[in-house]
């Protein structure tokens, strides 16, 4: 039985847990999926973990994921969001900025 996707949160807490940490834990990600099963979380932390191993990389803390790599294998672009972010800015339905963060680089994560 397929696990219904729960939606995104809002475009600041994703960029707010991005910029905030090397690795992500279980609760970063309950802020990125707000009302997300338990099991829609483990088994997307199991893919992480899988593709972490796949490319390399340890694990700084037990329970914990890289960053870089979770966005990579939850399919949220940063960057896309950062642009649309800047917009809302622009457009004045936002006042503040939120600082710009480096691309995903799989190199800087382990892959040669």
Do not use: H
Not at 19 to 38: E, F, I, R, V
Not at 92 to 107: A, M, Q, T, Y
């Amino acid at each position: 039985m397929a696990i219904e996707k729960p939606r995104l949160t809002d475009i600041e807490t994703i960029l707010r847990v991005y910029n905030s940490s090397q690795d992500l834990n279980t609760s970063d990600l309950k802020k990125l999926y707000p009302g997300a099963s338990a099991e829609f979380i483990t088994l997307r932390k199991r893919k992480i973990k899988q593709r972490m191993k796949e490319l390399g990389v340890p694990s700084n803390l037990v329970g914990e994921v890289n960053t870089n790599i979770a966005f990579e294998v939850l399919g949220i672009d940063v960057l896309e969001l950062e642009k649309k972010w800047d917009n809302l800015v622009r457009l004045g339905f936002l006042e503040k900025k939120v600082k710009r963060s480096k691309p995903i680089c799989l190199k800087e994560v382990g892959q040669a």
